[in-house]
């Protein structure tokens, strides 16, 4: 007796056709809040440097008064505090550039999802012979290319900027606070 598969694999076939159709609208729309994220991060950053051109790191004179408060506070194990205090202040700011380091990741995948979807929508169209249904298909599929990578481009580049901050604020941060305890007083701004 012999087994007859096409029509299995035909299922099979339409099956995930309609799993990859449905998942369009969700990753069209994903790489539009990716795009619009991107873009609000971006002028996040620009503004951001520009504050810390005027007034310093931000995160750093937060820390700075935190650590006041402490000396205020005339707390016992202050030197345990303060290295409690540093590595909460660290993880926060680990915890913020985790957000872009996600769009690294996620856009160029957004990005690929996006142009296969609609490939398969337009190969569907093409062989209907609805050329216009195709070729609009094939104008989306390429614009989410170029969303995806783009996105991950810009916060590639926007990661690149807020590490090296983080790094030199977390940096002014261990020594002010291995001056506090070797000094037992907070040092004015320089």
Known sequence: MEFNLLPLIHAIEQFLYHVASSLYLPVIGGCTLLTLYVTLSLGIMLRDA????RHGAPDLRVYRKNVASKLAQNVEHLDARLER?????????????DRIRFVI??????????????MGISLAALAEGNIPKMAGSMVTAFTATVAGLGCGVVAYLIALKREKWVRADVREMEFLTE??????KLEQES
């Open 179 to 184: 001056m506090v305890v070797r000094t037992g």
């Open 105 to 118: 990741k996620v856009g160029p995948a957004l990005g690929l999802m996006g142009t296969l979807i609609p």
């Open 50 to 53: 520009w504050d810390r051109n």
């Open 85 to 97: 205090l540093l590595q909460k202040t660290e993880l926060e700011m680990a915890k913020k550039l």
